[in-house]
């Protein structure tokens, strides 16, 4: 299968991909139907759901109103009519689907957190439960373009990073191989907004009890900790061990993370923000914000954009990293159709110029 | 100048159009910067502002890292730039500007009131002042494309609708010419996010006063009142007056209006439902949804769309009608792209195709 | 049984009554026990829950740590502990519990819509079940003190307002009897925080789907509207048939409703202002706003009151009511204890001087 | 001056003590008047207001209809009616009307910043200014009764504390003089409702703007820091040296601070545990959680509650400490009404016993 800038040179004009999403309804599943009916390249060929299969995507999300999905139940020979699979589903579930598709040589962009982890160990002490197929683990690609593009380019199976590794490694890439950071003082805080938790019913997501409440959960055992560690120790070549905690904010959609850091010696804040300048000057969905002028998460509202900003704080030695992504953009279904797009040789803006909408 | 489709006839490339935005800090000015960056065939070559004169607007607005548009004071020279101009400024102070662009030939969609309205004396009993410019009332061409699209199109000057009218004269418009409405019961009773109260600061708008509360204003005396009245009474061949009560939601973005009516005699819910699909269904931006369904204003966030819905209600022998829309959308900015495209013989949903953003 | 203004006139120092709540972690039932335990003259004795039986309240709200209430299973004999049971569950289930407490000689208020309306084949035709007890209907007073303040001293059944008809109702009774309101008119039209739809999980109030959202729901079908007919026919002395429409409001706690009648003739404003004045004026929880100051439902966030204003639009020769309450304190749980008050013949606002919490 | 236990003792019946408010239409001044006119002790003689000087408290704020509070312009001959003066106004404006309060016997709850700070060399650092009565800082004490409560009792001009501090003081105070935290590596990240920021008009706190968002500020220089360093370095005997982030969060009340620290060795969760119960088993306003339980900021909406929970993070041997206040109640005027009641003599929790309002 060529791929779209190898038919360009070849003079061909491009036939849009066909692409198929298993498990369409719940809210990364819908986030990615709504990016890929306006998609220049795509089409959608495929649309599972265990919950509503039999009907229109239009008569359960009936703003959608005019996109014709039929949700049909997953059947492997499904998978044949798809070039390309996203897929949606809750940990744990994906195992079987991504062994068809790979099978059937179907590539497939996995949103799940089954092929993020490369030990199939580490996956059940956090997960709880064995890994239905280590075999299909070293296949997998950790799906972050602005750390592993050229991977991801030639990847068959690409494990979309989570929203909170997003948010946090976003932040802290710039620094690897520069050594004047102490990894082993690193806190991660970090705050979501509710769309996170997904559509499944629960008192955590019950309007009334979550509305006009902040909250602390998962403290020191948030299953995203061994993902941000494992990507670190890679990226900074030690292992590093951090403590994370997330938070819930009464907001729909939105993630901000604070981070910091000890310093080995004086580094100043200028040269620090150099290096992220440079690191990111060419990276279309990553914005090194001016200095005082601090992220907050409506700034990345519905778009795939990730913005940053730091200091250097004199009186601790410390540097402190805020970074705000739009936790189901670029912290799930945005990053996946921007991999899709490395992927299939296409503009990795594609589908995904929306500004964002404020206010 | 030549429009769109005309030069696809004669078999020429189309060049994008040059548009300006006088206002274009504001909320409805800031929407139509969203949408206009992403616009197909529109070039922004002007966005005029008062407060922020001499920025670039990303420093404003920094989620618009990467647009490259320089905010300017308005000189009456600057419209000789554009072929079409987009008026956001508060009422009373489009008048002269509107004066300027049309002695140059500039095509104009204004999103304030001043032009709405065809006498300049319910212009002064309602707005308080007398009309900057009574002589150029004449030319202007309601904006509501579902209604007066053939006027649009060949329209110099379009007074974009107001976001209450629009609710509701496009929950109304189908009922026109079928006598079995008793016009002199009707009720109108909207519901706006606050965005609509724009970004002037107030305690209104202060969110502490305005989280977590419901509450009616300008009860029987809000300014959009005698708008619905006139574009009503055209529609329905007779002077139509109503009760309008506007109330504030504590959200951002959405307009919901509920309308009572009572009926001449037994009509059946059927009957008008059948009006309402016969009248929309080639309209791409609204939908009556299924029996039962009724509209929530998320339906239509950041889209161009209005969502209704009806029943006929047999113990009251009333119509109730719910319509929906995303206020600065079909309520203004988004409204304000379609009629442009009209104005330029561009398709309609050209830098619309937005599907909305939900969760 | 003596109730507390008696035992006074003898000089006996009052006892605490005893007080039991059937459903005390449903939010009514939460909103009792909140008010309960800070009541000078109410002692909780009994306090069940089917979900939490055997736990501590402060193990299902942690915000309660400190108050020592033990969940129990319902059984009839636990009733013989109380003097006066509230009781807070679902419709339909009421009935038995009640059939109990009398003939235990334990007074009722029920917060439920099971005795609310005076004739079963009315409650069967809206809530689509046969009364299980309605022998027991005739003995049920409609618990809205500022009208049936008399009926309710002597009550052993209390049938606690819906909150939608306590907020339609106090903006109309004091038009009763003054023969200016054309009845067959009347719309209202109403807005509810989501707590109002309870505990109980269901997409529709859950987070992500909710918030940033304002929907109608049950248009010209809501349970309350037969309520608010037989009250306002029993007031007005005709029968009287209205249009009701709910809408869900993104907040939590509050409620407004919007009312509209026409007006036999010319009728002030000033006339009207002065009959609910008058009508109001000894009243504690009730407050006329001054000319212009629209309610806003945060004005009794909290509170046991209601707040109204009103206009004549001589356009329309409507009167326009404008009435909010906190869903589940005047709107539930504070009316329950403020018809618990007047029973036992304490001071009405006992346990209920909260001004309110602003901001 | 007798207090009231004093007063008890001698068998003298307990005369209302005569409080009075400077700014008392801020937020922090509005939430003193809602819990002062419902104080079974204070009666309030005397509220200032710059803005609303003339009017009458129930003009400005509607909900108070009832309260019979009319708005004063201060003047120094007011304070005599007073023998308890609240301060409620910004920073830098609290001096001379506490030098003229001193002078005149008048004792003070400054719920400003002006007197927190022991250094005006530390003040004039972080608050831009020369201090205005440095002679009168040895005077005030730092008013956290849960750390300082015997200075408090004989205190005549108490130093109300910050909101973020309280919130920090409280989590991190039962550690002091245990010695087994690396205090140089104390980060504390908290998050804020936006009454915190007052009821000034801002676009920080603008509703369009803020809504749906959720941003850092004052990242590394905010004016709480040096406070909460001077009152951790006097509780745990060194310099202490802290990285502080505040954060704002969409909702209208609530505070929750994040506390980060390293231990020495091994620390046992449990050992850290019972320190934390047995500090805080007597104080009627603070409650740690059962393990796992984490603190949401709702559980102490409208309360003068703090809810603490902690663990032990053995991967990375920290403690992490998570603490809730309602910013408006224990982080200003509820705190400053219980600093008013030990003054006073009187219990602790007179005026402050709401359980809190859930949902």
């Given amino acids: 299968m060529y791929n779209y800038k190898q038919l360009q040179i070849l003079g ?88 068809e598709a790979r099978a059937r040589g179907v590539k497939v962009i996995d949103l799940g957190a089954d092929f993020r982890l490369d030990e199939a160990e580490v996956y059940r002490q956090w997960y709880g439960s064995a890994h239905s197929h280590p075999e299909l683990l070293a296949e997998g690609v950790y799906g972050l373009p602005e750390v592993n593009r050229d991977k991801i380019r030639t990847a068959c199976l690409v494990a979309n990073p989570g929203c909170y590794p997003t948010s946090a490694l976003l932040a802290l890439a710039p620094l690897a191989g520069q050594h004047f950071c102490k990894m082993d003082t690193l806190i991660i805080d970090s705050k979501s907004g509710v769309s996170g938790a997904g559509r499944k019913l629960s008192l955590n997501t019950h309007f009334s009890e979550v509305n ?87 700034y990345c509202y519905g778009s795939n954009k990730c913005f940053i900003n730091l200091t ?31 992927m299939a040789g296409l503009p990795e803006e594609t589908g995904l110029a929306n500004v964002g909408i404020l206010p």
């Fill in 12 to 99: 061909i004009r491009v036939i849009d991909m066909k692409v198929g999403i298993i498990g369409a309804t719940g809210y990364t599943g819908l986030q990615l139907v709504q990016l890929l009916v306006r998609h220049e390249h795509a089409e959608l060929v495929l649309a599972t759901s265990q919950s509503y299969t039999g009907k229109k995507l239009a008569a359960v999300y009936p703003h959608l109103a005019g996109v014709e999905v039929h949700l049909e139940t997953y059947e492997p020979e499904l998978l044949d009519r798809c070039e390309y699979l996203f897929i949606a589903l809750p940990h744990g579930l994906s195992g079987p689907v991504v062994a």
């Fill in 312 to 342: 250097v704080d004199g009186r601790t030695n410390r540097l402190v990293i805020v970074s705000c992504i739009d936790n189901l953009m670029k912290g799930a279904s945005g990053q996946a159709v921007q991999n899709f797009n490395i």
């Fill in 212 to 298: 006009e409440s902040f909250s602390a959960y998962g403290v020191a055992g948030h299953r995203h900790t061994p993902e941000i560690e494992q990507e670190l120790s890679k990226l900074f070549g030690e292992t590093v061990t951090v403590s994370f905690t997330p938070h819930l904010v009464p907001m729909t959609r939105g993630m901000l993370t604070t981070i910091y850091v000890s310093l080995v010696d004086n580094i100043s804040e200028d040269r620090v923000r150099r290096l992220y300048q440079e690191y990111y000057q060419d990276e279309p969905f990553v914005t090194l914000l001016d200095p005082g002028q601090w992220p907050q998460t409506k």
